[in-house]
């Protein structure tokens, strides 16, 4: 697999020490705090959105008052990764059309990626395999 892009240094840093903290480095875990810590509001809040103790989401942070429409999206596209979840009431704000509207969709993808790897893995091959027939 490719080596994995962040958004910046604090995106790198805050992605190590979470799964360094968390002593565990399953799909679920790097797809969560890879995505939570592309925002500066999600990595700043990270104790309102995950509960360590219990080793959870916290869907309640989804209304503070720190959130803003992307870090909402972010939450929403990680807590998604996390298990599955959606809103009630509200699973079409977890819809592509709304998480991927703005300038994090590249990072997106990438969490994607961590929380399915051997899916995109065999994906590669054959989008390489594809191009070596275009040629």
Not at 2 to 8: E, G, K
Not at 11 to 22: P, Q
Not at 121 to 131: A, I
Request: proline share 4%.
């Amino acid at each position: 697999m490719n080596p994995i892009r962040f958004r910046d240094a604090e995106h790198e840093s805050f992605y190590y020490r979470m799964l360094d903290e968390r002593k565990c480095n399953d799909g679920y875990h790097r797809a969560l705090f890879y995505t939570l810590g592309i925002s500066r509001d999600t990595r700043s809040h990270i104790r309102d959105l995950f509960d360590f103790s219990n080793g959870g989401i916290k869907p309640g942070g989804l209304v503070a008052s720190w959130q803003t429409g992307s870090s909402i999206r972010v939450c929403r596209l990680a807590f998604n990764l996390w298990n599955g979840w959606t809103e009630k009431g509200g699973e079409r704000y977890s819809t592509p059309h709304e998480l991927f509207d703005c300038s994090y969709a590249p990072y997106f993808f990438e969490a994607i990626q961590l929380r399915y790897p051997d899916y995109c893995r065999s994906q590669e091959k054959n989008f390489k395999r594809l191009n070596e027939q275009v040629r």
